[in-house]
């Protein structure tokens, strides 16, 4: 068995939702023995000015980069919106870009999770075909809100008793509306091996949404391939299947 140190995992969340909705992710990975940090997103929750998706990904790269500048490997994991993030953090933070720098540790994967993974030069919008992305959102000066908690449970935590997902619609806080429509300008699928945790039963992201995300990750790969997962579940996994969503990051990771 490998003694190799295991890698750091950060856990990237969703658009509207508050890190300790992943709380149960991050408690249960570091069960398993791996150093975990969760982010809370510069663009949920209102602010004076709301700040953008760069915002977000310069928040993750800084916290990556201190870790990797003390040689350790890291793995991002990230959801839903959190996909976009993870790419656009990960400029010159890659392993292989790294180690031709003479420099040890770097991201070593990236697992996305049922994620929105626009190709270089596209946004969120251009994924979901509309600014406002489902009809129980509204626009509240720079902030896009949930309007509806009904209907949001209904499609967000689809696979949560109705009481339940309107519960944890309710727990979703405003997100800065500027954030979708900014656009990715760093293919880190091209650089860093990807897996991606596919939910069959996403009424969110789609399962042929989710079909051609990948599909357009693949054409700009090179040959190489998503490392797909598929599971039975909706698109707030980490709510309703947590100890799903870590057993496929840990297969994801060679470690289950």
Same mark, same amino acid.
């Given at each position: 068995?490998?003694?190799?140190?295991?890698?750091t995992i950060i856990v990237i969340?969703?658009?509207?939702?508050?890190?300790?909705?992943?709380?149960?992710?991050?408690?249960?990975?570091?069960?398993?023995?791996?150093?975990?940090?969760?982010?809370?997103?510069?663009?949920?929750?209102?602010?004076?000015?709301?700040?953008?998706?760069?915002?977000?990904?310069?928040?993750?790269?800084s916290l990556v980069t201190g870790?990797?500048? !003390?040689? !350790?490997?890291?793995? /991002?994991?990230?959801?839903?919106?959190?996909?976009?993030? +993870?790419?656009?953090?990960?400029?010159? /933070?890659? !392993?292989?870009?790294?180690? &031709?720098?003479?420099?040890?540790?770097?991201?070593?994967?990236?697992?996305?999770?049922?994620?929105?993974?626009?190709?270089?030069?596209?946004?969120? @919008?251009?994924?979901?075909?509309?600014?406002?992305?489902?009809?129980?959102?509204?626009?509240?000066?720079?902030?896009?809100?949930?309007?509806?908690?009904? &209907?949001?449970?209904?499609? @967000?935590?689809?696979?949560?008793?109705?009481?339940?997902?309107?519960?944890?619609?309710?727990k979703l806080t405003p997100h @800065?509306?500027?954030?979708?429509?900014?656009?990715?300008?760093?293919?880190?699928?091209?650089?860093?091996?990807?897996?991606?945790?596919?939910?069959?039963?996403?009424? /969110?992201?789609?399962?042929?949404?989710?079909? &051609?995300?990948? +599909?357009?990750?693949? @054409?700009?790969?090179?040959? !190489?391939?998503?490392?797909?997962?598929?599971?039975?579940?909706?698109?707030?996994?980490?709510?309703?299947?947590?100890?799903?969503?870590?057993?496929?990051?840990?297969?994801?990771?060679?470690?289950?």
């Amino acid at each position: 068995m490998s003694t190799a140190p295991k890698p750091t995992i950060i856990v990237i969340p969703g658009s509207f939702c508050p890190r300790n909705a992943y709380d149960p992710i991050i408690s249960d990975l570091k069960s398993h023995g791996y150093p975990v940090h969760g982010m809370e997103l510069e663009t949920v929750g209102k602010r004076d000015k709301a700040p953008g998706m760069y915002d977000d990904a310069a928040a993750v790269a800084s916290l990556v980069t201190g870790l990797t500048d !003390k040689g !350790k490997d890291v793995v /991002l994991v990230a959801h839903s919106y959190g996909g976009l993030v +993870a790419c656009e953090a990960s400029k010159g /933070l890659a !392993k292989s870009a790294r180690e &031709k720098e003479g420099k040890k540790g770097g991201i070593v994967r990236i697992v996305f999770v049922t994620a929105v993974v626009p190709t270089v030069g596209h946004s969120v @919008s251009d994924i979901t075909g509309n600014a406002v992305p489902v009809d129980y959102v509204g626009l509240e000066g720079e902030y896009l809100v949930i309007t509806d908690a009904s &209907k949001c449970g209904h499609i @967000s935590f689809s696979d949560l008793p109705p009481e339940e997902a309107v519960i944890w619609a309710a727990k979703l806080t405003p997100h @800065s509306a500027i954030s979708f429509a900014q656009k990715l300008t760093y293919a880190a699928y091209k650089d860093i091996p990807v897996s991606y945790l596919f939910c069959e039963d996403d009424k /969110l992201v789609t399962p042929e949404q989710q079909n &051609k995300i990948i +599909a357009g990750l693949e @054409s700009e790969m090179g040959g !190489k391939t998503v490392d797909r997962h598929p599971v039975k579940a909706g698109h707030a996994v980490n709510v309703s299947q947590p100890k799903t969503m870590v057993d496929v990051v840990r297969k994801a990771l060679g470690h289950a």
